[in-house]
């Protein structure tokens, strides 16, 4: 059998630890039935993981938490990287070359393929297309979790993405020293952030946001948590679909049915 090239270009490779914490998090969450159903033991897909493995095995630790027998695979286009993470393999760990394609042994299928930072570097007429290959790869209830995030992964933002289509939008923000939630404009996913314009939803959407927030300003003599419970509150009120409740709001997240946030035109 030809060994299929992988799909996809090497990323710039930046990474830090603890950086993708807050979709971790959410995997772990509100997520965590998807590694539960599985009836043999998970595979979760960190694709793209960069220049350093450091967030696939802090994968591995959170997850663990969720199914003991959940295994973490780093897949990498660039083959010196993924030979540099292999000294790190250990039971439920390991590292391939691959790209979209996710390739895996015995052709088994990921229950989720977390992919961060890498559909930044394309053009957003590619989005789709690397939706479609990666989507196609997917475990029954599988997820594609196409993400960005700040350096430090105070702010980030992912699609959750099914064979069918993209299902949601999650916002996440560090909340101490938040200024106002629009900031999050800056790390939306490649699918939205040259769509944060008058005219589209997801500029209604952080407009409204912002204007949430300044109007809960009276509740900051509470601390910033209440003020964010209380924007997120009015949010849902105005109509906005949110599909979770005040025990994410707590943590600085929201996530909203993409149908409310999809581009007029395009993925």
Not at 99 to 105: N, Q, R
Not at 121 to 139: F, K
Request: with cysteine.
């Amino acid at each position: 059998m030809t060994q299929q090239r992988p799909v996809g270009v090497i990323t710039r490779g930046t990474t830090n630890p603890n950086r993708l914490r807050r979709c971790d998090r959410w995997l772990a969450g509100p997520q965590a039935w998807r590694l539960r159903r599985s009836p043999g033991p998970p595979v979760v897909v960190d694709l793209g993981y960069g220049a350093s493995p450091v967030t696939a095995v802090e994968l591995h630790d959170r997850l663990r938490a969720v199914r003991p027998d959940v295994e973490v695979v780093g897949i990498e286009i660039d083959p010196d990287r993924v030979a540099a993470a292999r000294p790190l393999e250990r039971p439920g760990l390991g590292f391939a070359v691959g790209g979209f394609e996710v390739p895996l042994p015995g052709d088994r299928r990921p229950v989720v393929v977390r992919a961060f930072n890498v559909l930044r570097q394309y053009d957003a007429s590619e989005v789709a297309g690397a939706w479609a290959t990666t989507t196609a790869r997917l475990a029954p209830d599988g997820l594609l979790v196409d993400g960005t995030c700040d350096e430090l992964g105070r702010l980030a933002s992912w699609v959750a993405v099914t064979p069918e289509g993209p299902v949601s939008l999650t916002l996440s923000w560090r909340l101490r020293g938040l200024d106002r939630p629009g900031v999050v404009a800056e790390r939306l996913p490649k699918a939205l952030i040259h769509r944060n314009v008058p005219g589209e939803p997801v500029h209604r959407l952080l407009t409204s946001l912002d204007e949430a927030w300044a109007r809960q300003a009276p509740q900051a003599a509470y601390g910033i948590r209440q003020r964010f419970l209380s924007a997120a509150r009015s949010m849902r009120d105005a109509g906005w679909p949110l599909l979770d409740g005040p025990s994410r709001w707590r943590l600085g997240e929201l996530t909203l049915a993409w149908d409310a946030v999809a581009p007029h035109q395009g993925p």
